[in-house]
């Protein structure tokens, strides 16, 4: 965690998700840093930030759980004495708007703080699962993970694995309100669709492995159920950055770090060179090889430029896994 000990007034702050510890809050007229949630600061008015930026106090921006947000920039754009503001986010590639808010006095941070601050998550066993071959925890919906699931059930695979996809009735909406349907209107192709339509059809939803409900509650926890990972032989990972359309960008989240430290073999459905990045990151700022974890599949779909096709090709890789291990135990 990232402790201020500085006296903070505090806009916002989501305890649950921030990687921000706040050890002293006191009242903004008192305090030395004003620390304010990105989307509270994106929805506020140009008025108030003004203020804020008036009270002569440094300005914390916290999205140390999402990416950086060209809605965010737009209104620091907005703002007078820009130096006085410092925003933290996991990376994307500089745009002229971050380069051009940079040299006025802006103050930036990326970092990939899931990485960075993995021991925040803390796996638990509870109980000794029944053992399959694959474990893949949704969460929330998404056309990707739709497609992913689709051809997971065409190819007979859902059975083989602990799969979980929450549809609308079963996710709190308050927490997201991201249908199936929505899957229809995205960029994904007309065959891929049709796959979609004609699998979700034949699936009884919702799919559950441990959690009847999707809530924001149960996503945000840092505490994890081991017992799953120990269950399976692997674990197919979809990321959200497998789900950013097709904007390639590379955003390590909760659903790798958990693989990592449970030590257990995954295959990262993200961006394109998501796993090439990902190697070379803990290998560059934490010394730690974990090509041990990925290198029991040909990883060449890494490199396919369109996220629809190197979903198919790891479900080609998850389907001849799971034949080849079955194959080997009738023997």
């Not at 796996?123 to 474990?135: G, N, S």
């Not at 059809?201 to 959690?211: C, G, N, R, S």
């Not at 990972?229 to 790798?256: C, H, M, N, R």
Request: glycine share 4%.
């Amino acid at each position: 965690m990232i402790v201020l000990k500085n006296k903070v007034f505090a806009v916002g702050h989501r305890q649950e998700l921030s990687y921000f510890q706040l050890d002293t809050l006191t009242a903004i007229n008192e305090a030395e840093i004003i620390l304010i949630d990105f989307g509270h600061f994106r929805s506020a008015s140009t008025k108030y930030l003004q203020g804020l930026i008036f009270s002569g106090k440094e300005i914390y921006i916290d999205s140390t759980y999402e990416l950086i947000e060209e809605s965010v920039l737009l209104k620091i754009q907005e703002l007078p004495n820009i130096q006085q503001i410092s925003y933290f986010y996991n990376p994307r590639r500089n745009t002229e708007l971050v380069n051009s808010l940079i040299s006025k006095g802006l103050k930036c941070f990326p970092e990939q703080y899931f990485i960075e601050y993995a021991e925040r998550y803390i796996p638990v066993v509870d109980d000794i699962m029944p053992a399959k071959d694959f474990l893949c925890l949704t969460g929330k919906i998404t056309p990707e993970r739709t497609y992913l699931v689709s051809l997971l059930s065409k190819f007979n695979l859902l059975d083989s694995g602990y799969v979980s996809f929450f549809n609308a009735e079963s996710i709190d909406q308050t927490f997201d309100s991201v249908s199936i349907e929505d899957s229809y209107r995205s960029y994904i192709s007309e065959p891929a669709k049709q796959i979609i339509k004609d699998e979700m059809a034949k699936i009884k939803l919702p799919l559950t492995v441990d959690q009847p409900l999707l809530t924001g509650e149960l996503s945000h926890s840092k505490l994890f159920n081991a017992s799953l990972y120990e269950a399976v032989d692997f674990v197919i990972v979809p990321e959200t950055g497998g789900s950013l359309g097709p904007w390639q960008e590379f955003f390590v989240t909760e659903k790798t770090i958990k693989c990592i430290l449970t030590n257990k073999k995954f295959i990262p459905v993200g961006n394109q060179y998501f796993l090439k990045n990902l190697k070379d990151y803990y290998l560059t700022r934490h010394n730690r090889d974990i090509s041990d974890l990925v290198n029991w599949y040909d990883d060449s779909f890494d490199s396919i430029p369109t996220t629809e096709k190197r979903i198919e090709e790891i479900v080609n890789i998850v389907k001849n896994t799971v034949e080849s291990r079955n194959n080997g135990e009738q023997q």
